[in-house]
């Protein structure tokens, strides 16, 4: 099905400032959460033969370590820590509080949202240096993004989904480290594995034996990891193992990713970091026809493709042009589903502006 302008819905003037407004909210509270993340769990005086010590838990699994005696220095010690983190709870009581006006007023205004389940993960993942470093948000999930960097609701596409898919992108060209070096809390040394934030969220997800690309907590949700071949081997520490055999994974490493934030239905606010519109589309353009596909994917993968298509062609066409040069850059197959496309849907490469 081809889309006309006319069946997207763009946001209204006040939802692309509330937006706006969010991202920077959020974007001041992850920072303020990172710098928490960094400081000892707890700091306190622990007495031992009639003598105080200065002990520090670096986690809440630590039984903690002595910095030595009472003494000015230990006292100094004690009060600076206690001090910053007194500082960093209530700047991040402020931003929540702030965060939430603007995550109802973008509610009201009916923006794209994600479950709050999905939400959390995410959150955590850009908490811990993942999100842009390690992986991409693919699948279904993405869409919520591509609606927002629009600023327009899609007829179909951002469809309800029971799962969870990532691809992996450390050492790519599209991974944030490759624009930025991270945060000294976000450096690869001291990086969470994704299965730790996993755990973070929920103690029960474990890798399917079966299938060790995929993690599946006791509600039966799952969270698969796919990673093109020019990634593997995956790093040390890793529990996922992707398959090394999904060369259109690299279709996804391609182009410039998008980043946002968006509403959950709790509510609450995440980040999102999804790939390049163009190659997304294209890429479920080919999933569509592909073999092995779960037929009943087909469909809502050639939909996905057709529609961000569209949409990038309508709304995003200074910053993703669909030109010529797009279209040289496409390997043969990706390429003569683009055509098919542009014919069907009298779009001409070679001036995309008419």
Known sequence: MRHKKTDFVPFSADAQRSIANLEAAYEQLVDIERELDALPTSMFWQTKNGKDYLAVKKSSSDSGTTQGPRSPETERQFAEYSAERARLQARRASLNALV???????????????????????RELDLHGLLGYDVLVVGTNAFAAYEMVCGARFPVGNEATEDFDLAWCRGTRVSLAAIAPPAPQQAASGRASLMSVLKRIDS?????????????????????????????????????????????????????PVRCVVTTNKPGTCPLYVPDPRWMAVHKLWLSLKPERNPAKKGKDARQGNVLLDATRYFLRDSYPMDLDFVLELPPELRDLFTAWAEQSGFDPTNPSA
């Open 100 to 122: 939430q006006d603007r995550v109802k007023l973008c509610r009201a205004l009916r923006l794209p949202q994600l479950a709050e389940q999905q939400g959390r993960l995410l």
């Open 204 to 256: 029960t997800y474990t890798i399917n034996r079966r299938k060790p690309y995929r993690a599946v907590n006791d509600a039966g949700y799952e969270v698969e990891l796919l990673a093109a071949p020019s990634t593997h081997p995956m790093p040390n520490g890793e529990a996922f193992e992707p398959m090394a055999t999904l060369g259109e994974q690299e279709w996804l490493l391609r182009g410039t």
